[in-house]
């Protein structure tokens, strides 16, 4: 097959220019600013839109398998075909949980027979699964995952001698989240004796506090500088740990956490209840300046569906997560019209720097040779976000009822057509993601 897309406004690598892609078997075979003269298979027109790189999603939760009620590796991946997301890294608490070769080879088996964008998985660090780093195929995987505050059954690691070992053995980049256990459960302590059992949902952002991330990020900093360890600080939410980044430590910045502040509790309640917390108006403003002045990286999403039943309550019964994939790009180019950053930071950000941060392979860039991996949005293009346009198997999105005026007209895994004028082909397959980790 030999497909043109023509007629669009390419942004890549920092420039934005009139041209046309020219893809072959899957592979972009020419990038050029004329008009293309020979015959095509398949000619795409994108005029009066932008054509951009793929987003590269770092850090989703699909929820598969064992609590595929939420969500699943087929659903989630269809809201990422429809949000212009091309690739997605996989988190390992699932049931079981991915810490075991035996569980992470089941997780490629799965995504192998039912994911429809581009795949890979992230290996969970344990207290005691640290002699299985040596055996993992560096190829496959994005890196470790590291859970450096509350979380579930035995993916806690928290004691200093574990942490040692793991920040001296891990190779590969390790991806940790950061908050101090000992912190959150004396805020919760104090915020019960004062409010009740189930403290209503408002007062997240003092119980995950940002004194909690501070802390704990700050012994992750200090390991990783100890170590040498590639340390990326997933969804770092407040002002102060911007000041730790730097040198071999990244971070992460996740759409919610730019968009939303502690005052949205008032209008979306529960649905916004994410870990960390969503912080502070000012911690928000100043994410958002790090954007556009290097000090944060990556922009993921956590994508973490719950049914909308289990997000009722309060602060101890809700459950913390919100699915975002599907408007994860569209809410980026929301802030791009809004000038927090540019269109063209947006996709260093987006599709780029998780490329060259997790050494991803033919991925990530809009350039001969690599995977035709690619979105086409456009701007100007008003549309409301309603329940039957969600995606996901949860069926709700704390952006419902919002207006957007960026629309995902089309997405291509490589080379295929998995997403146009509303609609998914489910025929469409992704593949796996490989790695070099040296680059």
């Known amino acids: 097959m030999r497909i043109v897309v023509k007629?669009?406004?390419?942004?890549?690598?920092?420039?934005?220019?009139?041209?046309?892609?020219?893809?072959?078997?899957?592979y972009i075979v020419d990038i050029n600013n004329q008009q293309p003269e020979s015959s095509f298979d398949e000619i795409i027109d994108a005029s009066g839109c932008y054509v951009l790189p793929g987003v590269i999603d770092d850090h989703v939760h699909f929820r598969e398998p064992g609590l595929t009620e939420k969500a699943d590796?087929?659903?989630?991946s269809k809201a990422c075909a429809a949000g212009g997301v091309t690739s997605y890294f996989d988190m390992p608490n699932c049931k079981p949980q991915t810490t075991s070769l035996a569980t992470l080879n089941d997780k490629f088996e799965r995504a192998k027979q039912s994911s429809h964008v581009n795949y890979s998985f992230f290996y969970g660090a344990t207290n005691d699964?640290?002699?299985?780093?040596?055996?993992l195929d560096e190829h496959?995987?994005?890196g470790i995952k590291l859970f450096m505050g509350s979380s579930t059954g035995n993916m806690l690691v928290d004691g200093q001698e574990t942490l040692e070992k793991i920040f001296s053995t891990v190779k590969l980049p390790l991806m940790v989240h950061c908050e101090d256990t000992d912190i959150i459960n004396h805020n919760m302590a104090e915020a019960q004796k004062a409010w009740g059992e189930d403290p209503q949902v408002s007062l997240h952002t003092l119980i995950r506090s940002e004194?909690?991330?501070?802390?704990s990020s700050r012994k992750a900093v200090e390991l990783a500088r100890k170590y040498g360890t590639r340390l990326h600080i997933a969804h770092l939410s407040?002002?102060?740990?911007?000041?730790?980044v730097g040198d071999n430590i990244t971070a992460e910045a996740c759409v919610g956490h730019l968009y939303f502040t502690e005052l949205d509790y008032q209008r979306l309640g529960s649905r916004i209840k994410v870990n960390p917390s969503i912080k502070t108006p000012v911690d928000q403003f100043l994410l958002r300046q790090a954007l556009a002045d290097g000090r944060i990286t990556v922009i993921g999403t956590d994508h973490a569906p719950h049914l909308l039943e289990q997000k009722q309550g309060g602060c101890v019964r809700a459950a913390s997560g919100m699915p975002m994939v599907q408007f994860s790009l569209v809410t980026m180019l929301e802030l791009v019209d809004e000038k927090v950053l540019t269109i063209e930071r947006m996709v260093e950000l987006m599709c780029h720097n998780p490329a060259r941060l997790f050494g991803v392979e033919q991925r990530g860039f809009l350039r001969k040779g690599y995977r035709a991996d690619m979105v086409i949005v456009?701007?100007?293009s008003p549309w409301k976000v309603t329940k039957d346009v969600i995606l996901s198997k949860c069926g709700w999105s704390p952006m419902e009822g919002h207006e957007y005026q960026w629309r995902v007209e089309r997405t291509l895994c490589n080379g295929k057509?998995?997403?146009?004028?509303?609609?998914v082909n489910s025929e469409v397959l992704g593949e796996e993601i490989r790695f070099n980790h040296a680059s």
């Open 238 to 244: 407040t002002a102060e740990e911007l000041e730790l």
């Open 211 to 215: 004194e909690a991330c501070l802390a």
């Open 73 to 76: 590796i087929d659903s989630e």
């Open 417 to 423: 057509t998995v997403y146009v004028d509303g609609h």
């Open 129 to 135: 699964n640290i002699p299985t780093f040596a055996q």
């Open 7 to 26: 007629g669009g406004r390419i942004v890549n690598e920092g420039r934005i220019f009139d041209g046309s892609v020219v893809i072959e078997d899957g």
């Open 140 to 142: 496959r995987i994005p």
């Open 378 to 380: 456009h701007p100007r």
